[in-house]
Each structure stands twice: as C-alpha cells, then as structure tokens.
C-alpha cells in the first residue's frame, strides 16, 4: 500500500483531519505560509509519525525546537553533508529534500541519512525551497534504483495522484498545497480524498 504524508499541519481541525495518513509535516521554516511554532505542534498530541521540516537550520534552531516539540523525522532543505551532521548529531532519522528537473539531480548512494523527499525543483523566482504546487515529469524516476526510502512531491492532489504513483513508481506520496481550500488552510475533505485515492481505495 502507498504510504501518504500530509504536510503543513497548523491547524487541530487538519490534524485530525490527517489521522489516517501515515506522517505528518510540521512546518518550522518562518516564511511558509503554513509554518507553525515550537509550541503550536507540541498542541497536536498523539497521531501519525510526526516530521519536522526545517530550511538550512542551526544546531540551536534544532535544539530549541526539539525542547518543545516532539518529532519522529527530520525533513532538511540542507547539503547532503549538513543532513549527515544533523543525523548523527540529534539521533533522529533524517530525510533529505531534494529538487529534481531532469535524471541527473536525482541523488546517489553514500549519504548517512533515512530518505529522501523527491519534488519539484523550486523555480528561480521561488522565495522559499519545496515543490511550490508544481509537478515535474514523473517519468524521469522510471526504472530509477533509489539508494533509499523516499517520497514523491511537489503539485501533488487528488485528481492527479494515481497517476504520478504509477508514472513515479513512488510507494510514498506528499502533499501539502494540493489539500488546501486556499493558501496554507487546509480542507478535511480535501485531505480525506487524498489518502483514499494515493491507496487506489
């Protein structure tokens, strides 16, 4: 079965809504429009495996947010070195993001890390890093022998996830943007719909 990840949690009504996914995000990166506190997730108590999305942070930005808020996962936009560090710093499993256009940007063995998330490379005029609600050719991951566990991303919804599992190979999805009723909201029925068509129910 296809493992889901809802990410972007900031709200208790899309956390409970997100009960059945197998991972939620929770994002820390201050210019997303669904970032949320230290203390705002620590609020979410029980659920799915909790992953914790952080852009280039510091040992203290870790810390601080490890003192408050429980986390299963680290998900880093960070050099393959830097997610290294992190993992064997803090103990905790780590994925790395990583932004694909073409065959040649997808990541090769030798990484101390857990996984990847696998999306969209951000487009120049970006001003933060993640898929920003846009697809990429799902065929360039065909016949792709990943070193690691991974994710596919990046303009993912319920209208077009069946068919970026089978184009992908992917055995995990993520969205974030594709189960919001406007920016950074997330929809309940949008969430539910998700989960049900990522496991082809």
Not at 55 to 66: E, G, I, K, S
Request: net charge neutral; with cysteine.
């Amino acid at each position: 079965m296809v493992r889901v990840k809802i990410c972007g949690i900031n709200t208790p009504e899309a956390f409970t809504a997100a009960a059945a996914a197998d991972w939620i995000g929770l994002n820390f990166y201050s210019k997303s429009p669904r970032f949320v506190t230290p203390a705002q997730a620590a609020s979410f108590s029980g659920g799915p495996t909790r992953v914790g999305l952080f852009v280039d942070p510091t040992d203290d930005d870790l810390t601080a947010t490890l003192a408050v808020a429980s986390l299963d996962i680290l998900q880093l936009y960070a050099t393959p070195h830097r997610t290294s560090e992190v993992r064997r710093r803090f103990g905790l499993p780590v994925w790395r993001a990583v932004g694909i256009s073409d065959r040649s940007h997808l990541p090769a063995a030798g990484e101390d890390i857990d996984g990847y998330v696998i999306e969209s490379k951000a487009p120049p005029d970006a001003t933060r890093p993640g898929g920003n609600a846009v697809s990429f050719d799902w065929s360039i991951l065909g016949g792709w022998t990943a070193p690691l566990p991974w994710l596919l991303a990046g303009g993912l919804d319920t209208v077009n996830v069946r068919a970026a599992i089978a184009a992908s190979g992917a055995r995990a999805v993520d969205v974030a943007s594709g189960v919001e009723r406007t920016r950074g909201v997330k929809d309940a029925h949008l969430i539910e719909a998700f989960i049900a068509e990522a496991r082809g129910r």
